[in-house]
C-alpha cells in the first residue's frame, strides 16, 4: 500500500475567522526543527540521499539556514524551508506537509494569483492550463508577474516538490497559486507581462475560499466511473486504488454490462490515479487477464524506532503482512534492512462476466504509487496496451508512508520506509514506466483511434 500526501484543508481555514498578519518562529527553535526532521528522515528511509549526494545536501542546507535572520523568521519562510530540503530527500512521497494551523492567519489574507499553468518542453515558456478570470484563457503564454520570470517562479514552486521532473510539474500545476504563497516573492494586485507583446494585464487576486473552488474542481473526481464511448467502446476510469470492497461491486456491475451490451473494446484510464491499495489491482487485472504476472518483485524493509510504533498502531500491516513479519521487524536492529522477496507470480482466477476483448491502459505523469505498480506489471508481462506518457514515479521507488511531527511547529513530515522493487525484480533500474505507445494527442484520443 502506497500513498501520495498532498491535500487542501481550507474548509478548515474558511471557519477559523482569524485576522492577524504574519506568524513567526524562534530561528532556534526553527533550526532545532529542520534537524530534527534530517535525522529522523535518516533513520527511517532506505536511501535519503539517492538523488543527491548527502555532502551537497548538507551544503544546500547551511545555504539556506544562512539565510535565516538570527533572532527570528517568519513561519512561511520556516516552512518554505522545510519544504524544500525534504524534497531533497524524497521520490515524490517523502514530504514536509504545507497545513499548520499557525500559517491560517496568513493564508487568509493573501490573494492567489487566478490561474494555474505549466512549463513547456523545453521548460523556457509558462502556459496557462485553466484560469478564473476572461483576461486570461487557456493556453495564453505569459512572461512575468509584477516583473518576476513566471518561469523563475514556477521551478522555485516546483523545488518544494520531491520525485522525477514529470512528476513535480504536474503537482506544481495543481497546487501553482498555493506554492506562490511560500515563495513570497509577489503579492496582489497582479500586473501580468504576456509573452510576445508589450500588452499587461493588472488583475486581482482570489480569496481561500474561491481558491479552495478553483483547486477542488480539478481535484475531485469519482474513485472510478464506467461509462460507454465512440462506437460502443467501454472506458473505466481508474482513478484512485481505494475501497476494495466497494471496487469489487463496481467490477461486477461494470463487467456485467459489458457482457450484456456486447462491448468487446475497453480503455483503462488511470492517469489520474496517484495509488493507494495494490490490491484492487489484482481485482482488476483479473477479469482482463489469465497470464501470470506480479506487480512487485519484493522490498526493503529500512527497521526503525519511528516505522515500529506506526506499524504496531495501524491494523492494516498485521493484516497484509501477518503478525510473524510484524514480530520479526519489531525484534531487528534499528538501521538494520529486512529483505522480502518473493519469486511467485500471482495466477489470475477468471471471473463469471472475464472479458475477452481487445483492451489498452492510458498512463501519464500522474499515474504514481500503486497505478504505477499496474502500469509496470501491464508492461512487464504484456498485459495490455499501454498508451500515453510516461509515469510519474520511477519503476523502482519508496513505499510505505508513515509520519512524525516535528516537536517545536508542530508540522507533519511524511517519509517512506521501504524500497519497492518493480516486477521485473532488477534493484538498479531507474526509469519511470514507459508506455508502449507514446503520443502528443491526448492518450484517450488517440486510443479511441486506435480502438477503432
Known amino acids: 500500500m502506497k500513498l501520495i500526501f498532498i491535500s487542501i484543508i481550507f474548509t478548515l481555514i474558511s471557519t477559523t475567522g482569524i485576522s492577524q498578519d504574519k506568524v513567526y518562529i ?11 526532521m534530517i535525522k529522523t ?18 551544503k544546500n542546507k547551511d545555504e539556506l539556514l544562512n539565510e535565516f535572520d538570527k533572532d527570528s523568521i517568519t513561519f512561511k519562510k520556516f516552512m518554505s524551508t522545510g519544504m524544500k530540503l525534504a524534497a531533497q530527500m ?13 500559517l491560517f492567519p496568513e493564508l487568509m489574507l493573501y490573494e492567489f494569483i487566478p490561474f494555474t499553468g505549466e512549463l513547456s518542453n523545453d521548460n523556457q515558456h509558462f502556459i496557462v492550463t485553466r484560469s478564473t478570470t476572461q483576461d486570461i484563457k487557456k493556453g495564453t503564454l505569459i512572461k512575468s508577474i509584477n516583473g518576476i520570470s513566471v518561469v523563475d517562479l514556477y521551478k522555485e514552486c516546483m523545488s518544494y516538490i520531491g520525485g522525477i521532473q514529470s512528476f513535480k510539474n504536474v503537482t506544481c500545476e495543481k497546487y501553482f497559486p498555493l506554492y506562490l504563497f511560500f515563495t513570497d516573492m509577489i503579492s496582489a494586485p497582479y500586473v501580468i507581462e504576456l509573452t510576445n507583446t ?7 487576486g482570489l480569496d ?18 464506467f461509462e460507454i464511448v465512440e462506437d460502443n467502446i467501454g472506458l473505466i476510469s481508474y482513478n484512485s486504488c481505494t475501497d476494495y470492497e466497494i471496487f469489487k461491486v463496481f467490477l461486477e456491475q461494470t463487467f456485467n454490462e459489458i457482457k450484456d451490451k456486447n462491448i468487446n473494446k475497453l480503455i483503462i484510464d488511470i492517469r489520474e490515479n496517484s495509488g493507494g491499495d495494490s490490491r484492487l489491482n489484482d481485482l482488476l487485472l483479473s477479469y482482463i487477464t489469465i497470464i501470470p ?24 500491516y498485521e493484516k497484509n503482512f501477518g503478525k510473524a513479519f510484524l514480530k520479526l521487524y519489531d525484534e531487528s536492529e534499528n538501521l538494520s534492512i529486512i529483505e522480502s522477496f518473493d519469486d511467485e507470480l500471482i495466477q489470475p482466477i477468471k471471473p463469471k462476466k472475464y472479458f475477452t476483448g481487445k483492451t489498452c491502459f492510458l498512463i501519464g505523469s500522474s499515474t504514481f504509487s500503486s497505478a504505477n ?8 508481462y504484456k498485459l495490455s496496451t499501454l498508451i500515453g506518457s510516461a509515469t510519474g514515479e520511477l519503476t523502482n521507488d519508496f513505499g510505505e508512508l508513515i509520519n512524525f511531527t516535528l516537536p517545536n511547529s508542530g508540522n507533519y513530515v511524511y517519509v517512506s520506509s521501504t524500497y519497492d522493487i518493480g516486477a521485473i525484480g532488477n534493484p538498479n533500474i531507474f526509469e519511470p514506466v514507459y508506455p508502449d505507445i507514446e503520443t502528443n494527442k491526448d492518450a484517450l484520443e488517440y486510443a479511441l483511434d486506435w480502438m477503432k
Open 208 to 225: 481561500v475560499s474561491t481558491l479552495n473552488v478553483f483547486i477542488s474542481q480539478y481535484q475531485e473526481k469519482e474513485n472510478y466511473i
Open 41 to 58: 528522515i535518516e533513520e527511517i528511509h532506505y536511501n535519503p540521499y539517492f538523488k543527491i549526494e548527502e555532502e551537497q545536501f548538507k
Open 198 to 204: 508589450e500588452k499587461e494585464l493588472e488583475i486581482a
Open 373 to 380: 505498480f499496474l502500469a509496470d506489471a501491464i508492461k512487464t
Open 90 to 102: 524524497s521520490g515524490g512521497h517523502t514530504s514536509m506537509d504545507w497545513q499548520n494551523k499557525s
Open 293 to 316: 504476472y506480479r506487480q512487485s518483485s519484493g522490498r526493503y524493509w529500512k527497521v526503525s524506532n519511528q516505522a515500529k510504533l506506526a506499524y504496531k498502531n495501524d491494523p492494516v
Open 26 to 36: 524562534s530561528t532556534k527553535k526553527a533550526v532545532a526543527d529542520i534537524n530534527f
